[in-house]
Each structure stands twice: as C-alpha cells, then as structure tokens.
C-alpha cells in the first residue's frame, strides 16, 4: 500500500504560479507511476498530468501542456506539479495518484489517491 499526501495550494491571481508537491509513503516511490488529477465543482475528474518510474517520459492533457510540468524526486519520495500561467479555469481541487493499470487518462485506473488539495485562481 502507497500513501500519498498533496501540499501546495492556495489562492493565485490569474498569470501566477503554484507548485503543487505530493508526498508518498508505504511502498517503493521510485517502482510506481504518477499523477496528477483536478476535480472543479460540478465536472468529473480529469487528467492533468503522468510521470513515469524514473521521471524521463511526461504526459499531458492538451488544457495544460506547456504550461504545467510534472517531475519528480524519487530520494525524497514527492512528485511535483508546476504550475504557471494560470487561469480561472484551472480552479479546482487536485489529487496526486499512484500506480495506475490501463489507460493512464482515466481516473478509475488509478488505484491510490490523496485527499486532494485546494487551487483557485483568481480573475
């Protein structure tokens, strides 16, 4: 069993920058995929963002590609969410996920979450 925790959210105008961190606990780091989801009042969960075991493959959702970018430290047992250029749609609450099976761009194949952490981006 993983345990993960997310940190990092607040409160951002439009145009600033959050890094988002999740903590992971439980099993080997560096033997699970990760990755972020953000859940916004009244929408289904959506993919953010994936990193591989060892950090050198990234994946996208096309809402925040080149904007985001995901990494991780697998010494310290904490994948990353970089957030820049913000905007009101980017209001939500994310949740980092562990080890998924199958397509990693839904939400029901990932087996372990956090609890999520608060994002809301100002106009």
């Known amino acids: 069993q993983v345990q993960l925790v997310e940190s990092g959210g607040g409160l951002v105008q439009a145009g600033g920058s959050l890094r988002l961190s999740c903590a992971a606990s439980g099993r080997t780091f560096s033997s699970l995929a990760m990755g972020w989801f953000r859940q916004a009042p009244g929408k289904e969960r959506e993919f953010v963002a994936a990193i591989s075991t060892g950090g050198g493959s990234t994946y996208y959702s096309d809402s925040v590609v080149d904007r985001f970018t995901i990494s991780r430290d697998n010494a310290e047992n904490t994948v990353y969410l970089q957030m820049n250029s913000l905007k009101p749609e980017d209001t939500a609450v994310y949740y980092c996920?562990?080890?998924?099976?199958?397509?990693?761009?839904?939400?029901?194949?990932?087996?372990?979450w956090g609890q999520g952490t608060q994002v809301t981006v100002s106009s």
């Open positions: 996920a562990a080890d998924p099976e199958g397509d990693y761009r839904k939400s029901v194949d990932w087996g372990t």
